[in-house]
């Protein structure tokens, strides 16, 4: 089983930026991709950004250039969320997941949960 520990949430005001870290752990497993979702109160969990075992990005269209997510290049199953120029639009629970395998079998992560709250 692959387990995630997630940090770096907490309160920022607007303009400021944080760095979420993400790292799994577990034996004998590959990753395919690791993505930050977030979900607002009342509202839908929504992808944020995504990063492939190839280092392939994606981004929702409401964070691009400002938000950038990396990978750890000695610990490649340790990815990273930076966020700068945060807007209070940003508050969430933010959430890691990885998918990848284990023994010959899919497996789908996720973390525990971080708060990110933006103050205006």
């Known amino acids: 089983q692959v387990q995630l520990v997630e940090s770096g949430g907490g309160l920022v005001q607007a303009g400021g930026s944080l760095r979420l870290s993400c790292a799994a752990s577990g034996s004998t497993f590959s990753i395919d991709a690791i993505g930050w979702y977030r979900q607002a109160p009342g509202k839908q969990r929504e992808l944020v950004a995504v990063i492939s075992s190839g280092d392939s990005t994606r981004y929702a269209d409401s964070v691009k250039g400002r938000f950038t997510i990396s990978r750890d290049n000695a610990k490649k199953n340790t990815a990273f969320l930076q966020m700068n120029s945060l807007k209070p639009e940003d508050t969430a629970v933010y959430s890691c997941?990885?998918?990848?395998?284990?023994?010959?079998?899919?497996?789908?992560?996720w973390g525990q949960g971080t708060q990110v709250t933006v103050s205006s």
């Open positions: 997941n990885v998918q990848g395998s284990s023994v010959g079998l899919r497996y789908n992560s």
